[in-house]
Each structure stands twice: as structure tokens, then as C-alpha cells.
């Protein structure tokens, strides 16, 4: 659903990473596909939330589902580590 991924990249341009997170869960649950555009943007909020093991598990988990990292999730996955 593209209102879906919409509201993902909503709450991560925000800054409301455990809004994003939370949109990010329900499409899961519903089996949602996700694409890297859902990906990258839960990963940007997790970035921008601190919250390094999830931005983390995310990429482990986009790249088990083959879905395509690009350079905005690459971007966020190396901002974040070095955070961590």
C-alpha cells in the first residue's frame, strides 16, 4: 500500500522514529510487501532515533528479502554505526 509506505517516510522526515517504527510493523504484520523506499525509511528513522541494532536488523533483513539497499539506506547504516 503506497499510503503505507507514504506514512513511514512521514514519520521519518519528522523525526518520530518509533512512529515510523511502529507503521513499519503494522505493513509487516499485514504482510505488506516492502520495498526499499519502506526499508530505507525505517532505517533513516532509526538512524535519526539512535536506535542502532534495529537500523541494523533492518538491513540484515531487507538484504534476506533481496530487496535493493540504495545509497540513502547504505547512507543511514554507516551514519548510525558511527553514532553507535
Given at each position: 500500500?503506497?499510503?503505507?509506505?507514504?506514512a513511514v517516510s512521514a514519520c521519518q522526515?519528522?523525526?518520530?522514529?518509533?512512529?515510523?517504527?511502529?507503521?513499519?510493523?503494522?505493513?509487516?504484520?499485514?504482510?505488506?510487501?516492502?520495498?526499499?523506499?519502506?526499508?530505507?525509511?525505517?532505517?533513516?528513522?532509526?538512524?535519526?532515533?539512535?536506535?542502532?541494532?534495529?537500523?541494523?536488523?533492518?538491513?540484515?533483513?531487507?538484504?534476506?528479502?533481496?530487496?535493493?539497499?540504495?545509497?540513502?539506506?547504505?547512507?543511514?547504516?554507516?551514519?548510525?554505526?558511527?553514532?553507535?
Amino acid at each position: 500500500m503506497a499510503s503505507d509506505r507514504v506514512a513511514v517516510s512521514a514519520c521519518q522526515n519528522g523525526g518520530n522514529w518509533n512512529q515510523a517504527m511502529r507503521r513499519y510493523v503494522e505493513m509487516a504484520s499485514a504482510r505488506v510487501q516492502l520495498n526499499t523506499i519502506t526499508y530505507s525509511a525505517a532505517v533513516t528513522a532509526c538512524d535519526k532515533g539512535t536506535q542502532w541494532s534495529t537500523a541494523l536488523r533492518l538491513v540484515v533483513e531487507m538484504a534476506s528479502a533481496r530487496v535493493q539497499l540504495n545509497t540513502i539506506t547504505y547512507s543511514a547504516a554507516i551514519s548510525i554505526c558511527v553514532k553507535g
